[in-house]
């Protein structure tokens, strides 16, 4: 679509340019406390996204308001369960995301979409 962040890449970087860098972590909650703690800004997540997830997986209450409260988004496969954070975009360029894996073994695709949504609401609401 015309509005894409990927379409607003290739047009102001001639094809060239990052979107988003992804790093692996091992305690994706006590990162989201440091970013917190350090002033880094992550973005913001639809609140009724975790809605979605309370009504497709069986994450007990007290996780569900730690992801709320960092921004983390969440998906499971018979491996295991992925968590994802992303920060702000810097220079409304690129942001960095963050990731823990518990045996899952996917890309988190399910969530393509609402972070598509979180980075253009973003990238509108900061001018």
Known sequence: AEGTLSNRVL????GTGVQHIAFRCHDIFALALALSKAGVATMPVPENYYDDLAARFQLPEETLGRMRSFGILY???EHGSFFQLYTTHFHRRFAFEI???RGYRG???PN???RTAMQRLELLSAG
């Open 99 to 101: 990731v823990e894996r």
């Open 107 to 109: 890309f988190g695709a």
């Open 112 to 114: 393509a979409p609402v």
């Open 75 to 77: 998906d499971e496969d």
């Open 11 to 14: 047009r102001q970087y001639a």
